[in-house]
């Protein structure tokens, strides 16, 4: 398996970035949207917030099932959906269609994130999943680079809609890559196991499992201090300091940068010090930057340089303690690996949802109200680490 990594992170990768892709690419055209569908700032956002909560509702679908009938044939489903979404966004004459397709979007999206989780899951355990999983993390983490800086190259050529239809395109490139350079991870021994009966028996046992829970809270009140940044950054970004949606997208993108970069550490970390520990000093690096953002913009500091600065490092151990998370969370359940992976992913959307939602009532057109959410975001992770991170639990075979 292990000569086979590059080329299964690549698919893997590629599927979820189709998802996150919807997420990214048509950043830069929120305020145009705004305008032309006559709707303001909390109106457009809310095309973000359905499109997590459509993501969150459909992983506890797909993860069982992926389960019952294998890894592939729920992606297929999936790219689907999601094509047919971007089609309705693309023709949507009002906010409200858009928030609606936004949605059925975000129940197609979700697919290829919840079921790579779970073939990393099936291939391997320990150190060696961490470096999938970073693998795997490096090549759908180019979609924050990648898609804010296609969606403003198409907005040249056409209006915000086209973004949607080149969506269309990115599900074809997914169908693809899924049927012709993907194999079906979940032995039909395990499959013939798998029902609806013990989808909600391995869904009630998850539910029991602090640890698993724990760890499940830290990668998403990590995702939820970046997608309160995806969900405000063009506002801020274009209309509070005045950037250009080209230059935005490259701003927006350094962000991702960081995450990438630092992510690649993990598999080389984790076979040196353990997975654990990998974490625990992520967690300290990342609350720190984030605190000290919102403290130094309360002071009155408001500088982008000084705002970018501090995200890039604290975005950056975000990138270590995500996969790393994932991994630990996942290691003990690999016989209910889509079950697992689905939960995981339900409660990181609907709780970035619910960030986004709260952030959304505050904000204000400046930096101040969405650092301050994003620094709040990592003092939560900071205390649930200190808590899940002291039990013994995980440690023999996070060290293997």
């Known amino acids: 398996m292990q000569t086979r990594a590059l080329p299964h992170a690549l698919t893997l990768g590629l599927l979820s970035a189709v998802g996150l892709f919807a997420l990214d690419m048509y950043l830069p055209a929120l305020p145009t949207i705004s305008e032309h569908l006559n709707a303001d700032s909390h109106a457009v956002q809310a095309s973000l917030i359905s499109f997590f909560?459509?993501?969150?509702?459909?992983?506890?679908?797909?993860?069982?099932?992926?389960?019952?009938?294998?890894?592939?044939?729920?992606?297929?489903?999936?790219?689907?959906?999601?094509?047919?979404?971007a089609i309705g966004c693309a023709l949507?004459?009002?906010?409200?269609?858009?928030?609606?397709?936004?949605?059925?979007?975000?129940?197609?999206?979700?697919?290829?994130?919840?079921?790579?989780?779970?073939?990393?899951?099936?291939?391997?355990?320990?150190?060696?999943?961490?470096?999938?999983?970073s693998r795997l993390m490096l090549v759908f983490s180019v979609s924050p680079i990648l898609a804010p800086l296609a969606g403003s190259i198409v907005t040249v050529f056409g209006d915000?809609?086209?973004?949607?239809?080149?969506?269309?395109?990115?599900?074809?490139v997914g169908l693809a890559v899924a049927l012709f350079f993907l194999e079906e991870t979940r032995p039909a021994t395990l499959r013939a196991e798998?029902?609806?009966?013990?989808?909600?028996?391995a869904y009630a046992t998850l539910l029991k499992d602090p640890y698993y829970l724990g760890l499940v809270?830290?990668?998403?009140?990590?995702m939820s201090s970046y997608m309160i940044y995806v969900a405000n950054s063009s506002f801020v970004l274009i209309e509070h300091y005045g950037l250009s949606p080209s230059f935005y997208s490259i701003v927006f993108s350094v962000n991702a940068v960081a995450f990438i970069g630092m992510s690649q550490m993990n598999g080389w970390l984790s076979r040196?010090?353990?997975?654990?520990?990998?974490?625990?000093?992520?967690?300290?690096?990342?609350?720190?930057?984030?605190?000290?953002?919102?403290?130094?913009?309360?002071?009155?500091?408001?500088?982008?340089?000084v705002m970018a600065a501090f995200l890039f490092g604290g975005y950056g151990f975000l990138g270590m303690i995500?996969?790393?998370?994932?991994?630990?969370?996942?290691?003990?359940?690999?016989?209910?690996?889509?079950?697992?992976?689905?939960?995981?992913?339900?409660?990181?959307?609907?709780?970035?949802?619910?960030?986004?939602?709260?952030?959304?009532?505050?904000?204000?057109?400046?930096?101040?109200p969405m650092v301050t959410v994003i620094a709040l975001c990592s003092v939560i992770v900071s205390l649930l680490a200190l808590v899940v991170l002291r039990s013994e639990r995980g440690v023999v075979s996070a060290a293997e």
């Open 217 to 222: 809270f830290i990668a998403s009140f990590g």
């Open 92 to 133: 949507s004459p009002s906010i409200e269609w858009l928030i609606a397709f936004r949605f059925l979007q975000g129940m197609g999206a979700c697919a290829g994130v919840v079921i790579s989780r779970a073939i990393v899951r099936d291939l391997h355990t320990g150190p060696a999943a961490a470096q999938l999983m």
């Open 160 to 172: 915000w809609r086209l973004i949607f239809w080149v969506m269309v395109g990115a599900a074809g």
């Open 194 to 201: 798998s029902s609806v009966g013990s989808a909600l028996q």
């Open 322 to 368: 995500i996969p790393t998370a994932a991994v630990l969370a996942l290691e003990q359940h690999g016989r209910i690996a889509g079950t697992a992976s689905a939960m995981m992913g339900t409660i990181q959307f609907v709780t970035s949802a619910i960030v986004v939602g709260i952030g959304g009532l505050f904000a204000d057109g400046t930096s101040l």
């Open 53 to 85: 909560a459509a993501m969150a509702i459909s992983q506890i679908v797909y993860g069982p099932v992926s389960d019952m009938f294998g890894r592939k044939r729920p992606l297929y489903v999936g790219l689907g959906l999601y094509a047919i979404g």
């Open 272 to 305: 040196k010090i353990g997975l654990r520990k990998v974490i625990r000093g992520a967690v300290v690096g990342y609350s720190t930057m984030m605190v000290a953002l919102a403290f130094v913009t309360s002071l009155g500091i408001d500088q982008l340089e």
